[in-house]
């Protein structure tokens, strides 16, 4: 047994010794720390100034009460069909 171990540890301590490390490239600094993460940072959330923005609520409105209503409607339907044999 201890022949083995012998062979084993011998065969470890031979083996080549790999190493990985990490390669990144250099860190990008912008300007002032206040300055915003990217361009438009600081008018992202500014819903007023959207242009057509009651069509596009109203839009976005309608397609969530139609999904939040009829999705689960055709999942009944579905699993209702699935039952019938």
Request: charged fraction near 20%; charge should be positive; aromatic fraction near 8%.
């Amino acid at each position: 047994m201890s022949g083995a171990l012998a062979a084993i540890r011998r065969t470890l301590t031979q083996a080549p010794k790999l190493s990985r490390s990490l390669q990144t490239g250099r860190t990008l600094r912008g300007g002032h720390h206040d300055e915003p993460h990217y361009v438009h940072a600081e008018h992202m959330y500014e819903a007023w100034n959207i242009k057509n923005a009651k069509l596009k609520w109203g839009v976005a409105t309608s397609v969530f009460v139609v999904a939040g209503f009829g999705l689960p409607v055709v999942a009944i339907q579905f699993s209702k069909s699935k039952t019938q044999s």
